[in-house]
T-cell receptor, first 111, second 116 residues
Framework: SQQGEEDPQALSIQEGENATMNCSYK?????LQWYRQNSGRGLVHLIL?????REKHSGRLRVTLDTSKKSSSLLITASRAADTASYFC???????????FGSGTQLTVLP | NAGVMQNPRHLVRRRGQEARLRCSPM?????VYWYRQLPEEGLKFMVY????????ESGMPKERFSAEFPKEGPSILRIQQVVRGDSAAYFC??????????????FGPGTRLTVL
C-alpha cells in the first residue's frame, strides 16, 4: 500500500520566515490533501490539490504537486508562532475513499 | 453549522473492559471514516461506513474491533477486551455523499483512549 512520507520530520524557524515541507508517495493518486494538527487536538483541513493540478494557493499557503516525481510541497509564507503544529499530507487514490497519511512534519515557529 | 462531533474526548479503561467511541458526522454528510493515531505517528485508516453499511474495513484489526453507523444516531467504534496497545487517539471524519474520492474529509477532535 502507498504511504505519504513528509520531509523533514521536524523544522524550526524564526517568525517571519518561510517554511517548506515536502511529501512523497508511492502510487498513483486522485488527490492530495494537507492537514494541520495542533498538539493533542484534531486535524484541520488546509488545502486539497487534485492530480490534474500543479499548484494551489490559499492565503499564506502554497501547495505544489508533481505527479511525475510523486511529490508535493507545502509552503507557508511569513510564518507566525501560531503556525506551530504538525503538518500531514494525505493521499486519496483509486476507488478507495480512505486517506493515507504520512507521519508528519513538526513545525516550530519561534517568536 | 456544527462540525464533526466525537465523544467522549478522553476515555480511560482497564485491560479487559470495553470501549465505545461515538461520532456524529457533519450535517448533510453520510460517509464516516475512523482513523487511529499512535503517539508521534500519522493517522491510520480503520474503517469506512455509510448509513447501515460497512463499505471498507480493511484497516480494522480482525478481532475485538467493530464499527457501525445506524440509520439513526451516531457512528460507534467498539473495542472489546481492551489491551494497553489500544491506547491511542481515535479520529472520526465525514464527507458528503456521492462524487469521487476528491471529497474532502472533515475531522472531529478525536477520542483519546488510555488503557491502564
Amino acid at each position: 500500500s502507498q504511504q505519504g512520507e513528509e520531509d523533514p520530520q521536524a523544522l524550526s524557524i524564526q517568525e517571519g520566515e518561510n517554511a517548506t515541507m515536502n511529501c512523497s508517495y508511492k502510487t498513483s493518486i486522485n488527490n492530495l490533501q494537507w492537514y494541520r494538527q495542533n498538539s493533542g487536538r484534531g486535524l484541520v483541513h488546509l488545502i486539497l490539490i487534485r492530480s490534474n493540478e500543479r499548484e494551489k494557493h490559499s492565503g499564506r499557503l502554497r501547495v505544489t504537486l508533481d505527479t511525475s516525481k510523486k511529490s508535493s510541497s507545502l509552503l507557508i509564507t511569513a510564518s507566525r508562532a501560531a503556525d506551530t503544529a504538525s503538518y500531514f499530507c494525505a493521499t486519496g487514490s483509486g476507488s478507495a475513499r480512505q486517506l493515507t497519511f504520512g507521519s508528519g512534519t513538526q513545525l516550530t515557529v519561534l517568536p | 453549522n456544527a462540525g464533526v462531533m466525537q465523544n467522549p474526548r478522553h476515555l480511560v479503561r482497564r485491560r479487559g473492559q470495553e470501549a465505545r467511541l461515538r461520532c456524529s458526522p457533519m450535517k448533510g454528510h453520510s460517509h464516516v471514516y475512523w482513523y487511529r493515531q499512535l503517539p508521534e505517528e500519522g493517522l491510520k485508516f480503520m474503517v469506512y461506513l455509510q448509513k447501515e453499511n460497512i463499505i471498507d474495513e480493511s484497516g480494522m484489526p480482525k478481532e475485538r474491533f467493530s464499527a457501525e453507523f445506524p440509520k439513526e444516531g451516531p457512528s460507534i467504534l467498539r473495542i472489546q477486551q481492551v489491551v494497553r496497545g489500544d491506547s491511542a487517539a481515535y479520529f472520526c471524519a465525514s464527507s458528503i455523499a456521492g462524487g469521487t474520492s476528491y471529497n474532502e474529509q472533515f475531522f472531529g477532535p478525536g477520542t483519546r483512549l488510555t488503557v491502564l
